[in-house]
Every structure is written in structure tokens, then in C-alpha cells.
């Protein structure tokens, strides 16, 4: 059955192909956009976590709705459909921020298994971010709130040691943590808790973004940020490719990787969103069944990725 599959799908037009991942997806948007709009109408007072929770997804479906416009084509002169084209380079880098933020958000709301820790989580993300508008020049009707974002950086970082206390945790991994919290480095990281078999934390790992494959698909999945990254970037290489693109058949093929890439990457999304933020399953699961299986079989085929690229490396 699965080979009669491949045959009518190897068969297939690409343009059809195409059409029905963007329709995949287009479905997929529909449903994110429910449950958001449904889920804030009814949770109108949450924390500043949850919040934050919710505005992540709306980013993704934002930049899901980008994708799918600039999929169609843009005209490279207005009001002239002939110099219509599909610029995929725009494109690979919403994907990119798509595919940093799903790791963001796995790392700080779907891997802890306490409150505690998935606060220390937030936190380390806020500090990061609160920093970056500590460097550089600042205007000086700026300079008040830079002092405030000062003290709020010192604050959070307070919290973080006194979060730390309350952990069943080694002092070396506890001074790991604290230590991420005072780093410099202005770059956004996940990161992990890694327990021993009686649940206590021996080791705080920092996962870079060029890492995140390993986490999110398995140790032996092709670096596919660095992929995402070779595309976008003003190099060499990318000013290469770009113009390579412009061949009808390789630009179908690049496009269909890319959609192919966000249906799958929206079912880690949905699932994440619903089985993270108190209230979104209850809304999920009033959907029609279409629509909860479609998300349901992106995500397993999603996980799927992980367990083989796992298999695969247990078996070499």
C-alpha cells in the first residue's frame, strides 16, 4: 500500500504536489487562528508566561500567513503580472524564524517538568532579550528606561537564584544556571535540564539555535538551520543559489521542501500550544475531527523524525 503511494505521488505534477502542502498548511493556519481567537476571548487575565506562550503562536501564524502570500509570487514590477515571480529566498527566512522560535518554546514550556523550572527558563529567555537594548548607542530619552531595564535584568536575575534554591539540583549544575543568567552573549539559546534515574538535576545544558535539530529531530537529522541559513545569508554561496532558483523545476522543488517543511513544523506547533497553555485542548477538541486529525498526523509524522533519526543512531 505505502509503495503504491510513493509511485502516485512520484507521479504526480509538482505543481499539484505543491498545492496541496499550501493547502495543508492553509488548513493549518485556519485552526491556529480558532484557537487563538477562541482561547483569548475566554482567558482575557493570565500571567506574564502564559502570555508570552499565546503571542508566540501568533507570531508563527502570522509568519504561516507570510509564507502562503509570498508562495503565490510577488510582482517584481507593480501592476505587471508577466515579472510575477516566487522569490524563495524571502521566504526560507521567515521559515528559519519560524523553525527558532518552535525550539524557543519547546525548550521553555514543553521540556520542564515543574513551574520552577520552566520559569528559570523564561527568565533566562527575558534576560537575553532585555540585554540586547543594553549595548550599543541609546538615545538619551532612552537612557531612563535603559537604567529601569538595568535594575529589571538584576531583578530577574535575583529570581533566578532564589528559583534555583528550590530545586532538587547538584551546586554545579545550579551554578551553571546562574552563570547563563550573567552571561553577555546577546544570542537567544535554549536549554535543558538533565536528570539522573532518581529525578535530580545533575547537568544544565545550553543548546544553541545550530543545535536544535539534534533536539527537536534526533542526533544524525541533516543540520537543517545551517540549511535554512546557507539560503538566507548575504553570502557568496546564497547569492549563488538564489539565482539558481529562478529555474522553474528547482524553484518548485525548493518550494515544496519549504512548505512540506512548515505543515510539519505546524504540528509541533498546534500540539505544543494546546498541551502547554491551560484551556487550548478543551477548544481544540470542540474542532471538527478533520481538522484535529490533520494536526494530529503533522505532529506524529513531526515526532516520527526524532524516533527514526534516534533508531538510527543507536543502530550505528
Given at each position: 500500500?505505502?509503495?503504491?503511494?510513493?509511485?502516485?505521488?512520484?507521479?504526480?505534477?509538482?505543481?499539484?504536489?505543491?498545492?496541496?502542502?499550501?493547502?495543508?498548511?492553509?488548513?493549518?493556519?485556519?485552526?491556529?487562528?480558532?484557537?487563538?481567537?477562541?482561547?483569548?476571548?475566554?482567558?482575557?487575565?493570565?500571567?506574564?508566561?502564559?502570555?508570552?506562550?499565546?503571542?508566540?503562536?501568533?507570531?508563527?501564524?502570522?509568519?504561516?500567513?507570510?509564507?502562503?502570500?509570498?508562495?503565490n509570487g510577488i510582482e517584481i514590477y507593480s501592476n505587471h503580472p508577466e515579472t510575477k515571480v516566487i522569490e524563495p529566498t524571502t521566504i526560507i527566512s521567515i521559515v528559519r524564524s519560524v523553525y527558532e522560535r518552535m525550539f524557543?518554546?519547546?525548550?521553555?514550556?514543553?521540556?520542564?517538568?515543574?513551574?520552577?523550572?520552566?520559569?528559570?527558563?523564561?527568565?533566562?529567555?527575558?534576560?537575553?532579550?532585555?540585554?540586547?537594548?543594553?549595548?550599543?548607542?541609546?538615545?538619551?530619552?532612552?537612557?531612563?528606561?535603559?537604567?529601569?531595564?538595568?535594575?529589571?535584568?538584576?531583578?530577574?536575575?535575583?529570581?533566578?537564584?532564589?528559583?534555583?534554591?528550590?530545586?532538587?539540583?547538584?551546586?554545579?549544575?545550579?551554578?551553571?544556571?546562574?552563570?547563563?543568567?550573567?552571561?553577555?552573549?546577546?544570542?537567544?539559546?535554549?536549554?535543558?535540564?538533565?536528570?539522573?534515574?532518581?529525578?535530580?538535576?545533575?547537568?544544565?545544558?545550553?543548546?544553541?539555535?545550530?543545535?536544535?535539530?539534534?533536539?527537536?529531530?534526533?542526533?544524525t537529522f541533516p543540520p537543517i538551520y545551517n540549511y535554512f541559513s546557507m539560503h538566507s545569508h548575504p553570502s557568496y554561496l546564497g547569492t549563488l543559489q538564489f539565482s539558481q532558483l529562478f529555474d522553474k523545476e528547482v524553484n518548485?522543488?525548493?518550494?515544496?521542501?519549504?512548505?512540506?517543511?512548515?505543515?510539519?513544523?505546524?504540528?509541533?506547533?498546534?500540539?505544543?500550544?494546546?498541551?502547554?497553555?491551560?484551556?487550548?485542548?478543551?477548544?481544540?477538541?470542540?474542532?471538527?475531527?478533520?481538522?484535529?486529525?490533520?494536526?494530529?498526523?503533522?505532529?506524529?509524522?513531526?515526532?516520527?523524525?526524532?524516533?527514526?533519526?534516534?533508531?538510527?543512531?543507536?543502530?550505528?
Amino acid at each position: 500500500m505505502e509503495n503504491d503511494i510513493e509511485k502516485i505521488i512520484a507521479n504526480m505534477p509538482k505543481d499539484v504536489i505543491l498545492n496541496i502542502m499550501r493547502n495543508n498548511v492553509e488548513k493549518n493556519c485556519e485552526t491556529m487562528f480558532k484557537l487563538s481567537y477562541n482561547w483569548r476571548k475566554q482567558h482575557k487575565a493570565t500571567n506574564e508566561k502564559i502570555d508570552f506562550a499565546y503571542y508566540m503562536f501568533q507570531q508563527h501564524l502570522a509568519n504561516m500567513r507570510a509564507i502562503l502570500e509570498l508562495s503565490n509570487g510577488i510582482e517584481i514590477y507593480s501592476n505587471h503580472p508577466e515579472t510575477k515571480v516566487i522569490e524563495p529566498t524571502t521566504i526560507i527566512s521567515i521559515v528559519r524564524s519560524v523553525y527558532e522560535r518552535m525550539f524557543i518554546f519547546h525548550c521553555i514550556y514543553v521540556l520542564p517538568e515543574t513551574e520552577i523550572e520552566q520559569d528559570i527558563l523564561l527568565y533566562l529567555w527575558i534576560i537575553k532579550g532585555l540585554k540586547n537594548r543594553q549595548v550599543g548607542y541609546v538615545p538619551q530619552e532612552f537612557q531612563e528606561k535603559k537604567e529601569r531595564e538595568r535594575d529589571e535584568i538584576n531583578k530577574i536575575i535575583d529570581k533566578i537564584k532564589d528559583y534555583s534554591n528550590r530545586l532538587n539540583i547538584i551546586q554545579e549544575a545550579k551554578d551553571k544556571i546562574i552563570g547563563y543568567a550573567k552571561n553577555k552573549s546577546l544570542t537567544p539559546k535554549g536549554y535543558k535540564y538533565i536528570k539522573n534515574a532518581n529525578h535530580v538535576i545533575i547537568d544544565f545544558e545550553e543548546i544553541s539555535l545550530s543545535k536544535a535539530s539534534e533536539e527537536l529531530m534526533g542526533t544524525t537529522f541533516p543540520p537543517i538551520y545551517n540549511y535554512f541559513s546557507m539560503h538566507s545569508h548575504p553570502s557568496y554561496l546564497g547569492t549563488l543559489q538564489f539565482s539558481q532558483l529562478f529555474d522553474k523545476e528547482v524553484n518548485k522543488d525548493f518550494m515544496r521542501t519549504l512548505i512540506v517543511s512548515i505543515a510539519l513544523f505546524q504540528g509541533k506547533i498546534i500540539s505544543d500550544f494546546v498541551n502547554s497553555v491551560e484551556g487550548v485542548k478543551e477548544i481544540f477538541e470542540t474542532l471538527p475531527k478533520e481538522e484535529q486529525e490533520n494536526c494530529r498526523m503533522n505532529n506524529q509524522i513531526f515526532q516520527s523524525l526524532k524516533e527514526s533519526n534516534e533508531v538510527e543512531q543507536e543502530d550505528s
